[in-house]
Nanobody, 123 residues
């Protein structure tokens, strides 16, 4: 069983930055694909970025060049650095994990989820 705990969300003005962190319990963290999803009110949950042993990816066109995902296997942690934030980035951000050698992109493909952290960007 893996427990995920996110932190780093908050209220920020447009143009500001936040760094989300997700810390995982358990062992073999390096074997896990880790992802960030987000869900805004009234919208579907979407895959934002992910990292696995083969690399990392940021999928959402609107955040490419602004968001960066990274991981520190020594700390069992994954991070989402968010720069130049926009009001449309406002959402609840969730960390997800699955033991995998590829990068799943569907929410249903992940086995473990954090409770989420709220990001609110004011204009």
């Amino acid at each position: 069983q893996v427990q995920l705990v996110e932190s780093g969300g908050g209220l920020v003005q447009a143009g500001g930055s936040l760094r989300l962190s997700c810390t995982a319990s358990g062992s073999s963290f390096s074997s896990y694909a880790m992802a960030w999803f987000r869900q805004a009110p009234g919208k579907d949950q979407e895959f934002v970025a992910g990292t696995w042993r083969g690399g990392s990816a940021v999928d959402v066109d609107s955040v490419k060049g602004r968001f960066t995902i990274s991981r520190d296997n020594t700390k069992n942690a994954v991070y989402l650095q968010m720069n130049s934030l926009k009001p449309e980035d406002t959402a609840r951000y969730y960390c997800a994990a699955r033991c995998a050698s590829w990068l799943p992109r569907g929410a249903h493909e992940y086995d473990y989820w954090g409770q989420g952290t709220q990001v609110t960007v004011s204009s």
